[in-house]
């Protein structure tokens, strides 16, 4: 069974409009981390934001939030006032046990910021 | 600019050839990861070092051979490559034994088997 799945396969945005990027992820273990990356056509993985199982409140960092639904099983990314640059591959990926320190990955969402 | 440095960036090899990628970071992160991916695929783990010794293999060929000479290098070392081993090479760190904090990664190294 797949650990982490994002259905959208792609989106398109206008510029400065918010986006949702969904991920859901699958694990009997309490104790886990989410995370979102993000590649440009570039290549290199920058990473956004995390998410631990135990925070009480959703995770922030700048124009990126987490709308983390612990009881569905679902961590989706919200992009606030798209920029161009945004306009990426967006990975969700998350790591089971504490301490552990194997990604899982999903299979990703092409995001396109249309001017 | 990433602070996880890899080089090279580009490499075409031939089936017989050796080569080595490198990995460098200097955030001293004790865990170093490579992750293959294909195109338009998500990465997959390699190997994982901890405190330089090797921690995972996620049953990866022979013909890619891990180092960690010290705790700020990373080597993969290539030999008898396939064509299907044409793929993005990315390393990457973090702290080690911490869950909460992320992989930091470089831009990685584009591999092409001829």
């Known amino acids: 069974a797949q650990k982490i799945t994002q259905t959208q396969p792609g989106m398109f945005v206008q510029e400065k409009e918010a986006v949702t990027l969904d991920c859901t992820y699958d694990t009997s273990d309490p104790s886990y981390g989410l995370f979102w990356y993000k590649q440009p056509s570039s290549g290199e993985m920058i990473f956004l934001i995390y998410?631990?199982?135990?925070?009480?409140q959703n995770a922030t960092e700048g124009r990126y939030s987490l709308n983390f639904q612990k009881a569905r099983k679902s961590t989706n990314l919200v992009i606030s006032a798209s920029q161009l640059g945004d306009s990426a591959m967006y990975f969700c990926?998350?790591?089971?046990?504490?301490?552990?320190?194997?990604?899982?990955f999903g299979q990703g969402t092409r995001l396109t910021i249309n001017p | 600019d990433t602070e996880v440095t890899q080089t090279p960036k580009h490499l075409v090899m031939g089936m017989t050839n050796k080569k080595s990628l490198k990995c460098e970071q200097h955030?001293?992160?004790?865990?170093m990861y490579w992750y293959k991916q294909k195109a338009k695929k998500p990465p997959e783990l390699m190997f994982v070092?901890?405190?330089?010794?090797?921690?995972i293999n996620e049953s990866v060929p022979s013909r890619f051979s891990p180092e960690c000479p010290n705790s700020s290098l990373l080597n993969l070392h290539l030999h008898a490559l396939q064509p299907e081993d044409s793929a993005l090479y990315l390393c990457?760190?973090?702290?080690?034994?911490?869950?909460?904090?992320?992989?930091?990664f470089g831009d990685g190294t584009r591999l092409s088997i001829l």
């Open positions: 998410q631990g199982s135990y925070d009480q």
């Open positions: 990926a998350m790591r089971e046990g504490r301490g552990a320190q194997k990604l899982v």
């Open positions: 990457a760190s973090s702290q080690a034994g911490a869950g909460n904090q992320p992989q930091h």
């Open positions: 955030m001293g992160h004790r865990a």
């Open positions: 070092y901890s405190y330089e010794k090797l921690s």
